[in-house]
C-alpha cells in the first residue's frame, strides 16, 4: 500500500527555516517522482517542488525557486523538504505525494491519496 506521511511543520519567524519530512512506505523510493503541495487557507493547492525518481531531477515553483531544497534519503525511504528565508506567504499546509516531475513541470499524479499535511505557518 503506498503511503507518505509528513511532518516537520510549526511555526516560523520571516527569514527563518523549516525542514519538512516525507516518509514514504509500499513503493521503491528511487522508482518514483515526490512532490510537495501546499495549499493556503481559500486557495487552490499548488506544486511547490518535486524530485524525479531514477534520474533525481528537481523542480522548483517560482515562488519558492533559492529558497527551499528538495533531496531524499533512498535509505531512509524519506524526502525532505528544507526550506529557508521563509516569507508570510509561505503559511499553508504542505502535502506529499507522488508526482509527475520534470526539470520544468510537476503535477499529482494520481498513484498515492493525499494525506494530513504538515501546517506551516511563517508569522513574527
Known amino acids: 500500500q503506498v503511503q507518505l506521511v509528513e511532518s516537520g511543520g510549526g511555526l516560523a519567524q520571516p527569514g527563518g527555516s523549516l525542514r519538512l519530512s516525507c516518509a514514504t512506505s509500499g513503493f521503491a523510493l528511487g522508482h518514483y517522482a515526490i512532490g510537495w503541495f501546499r495549499q493556503a487557507p481559500g486557495k487552490e493547492r499548488e506544486g511547490v517542488s518535486c524530485?524525479?525518481?531514477?534520474?533525481?531531477?528537481?523542480y522548483y515553483s517560482d515562488s519558492v525557486n533559492g529558497r527551499f531544497t528538495i533531496s531524499r534519503d533512498i535509505a531512509k525511504n524519506t524526502v525532505y523538504l528544507q526550506m529557508n528565508s521563509l516569507k508570510s506567504e509561505d503559511t499553508a499546509v504542505y502535502y506529499c505525494a507522488t508526482s509527475f516531475c520534470s526539470g520544468s513541470f510537476m503535477n499529482y499524479d494520481g498513484l498515492s491519496a493525499w494525506g494530513q499535511g504538515t501546517q506551516v505557518t511563517v508569522s513574527a
Open positions: 524530485i524525479g525518481g531514477r534520474d533525481a531531477v528537481t
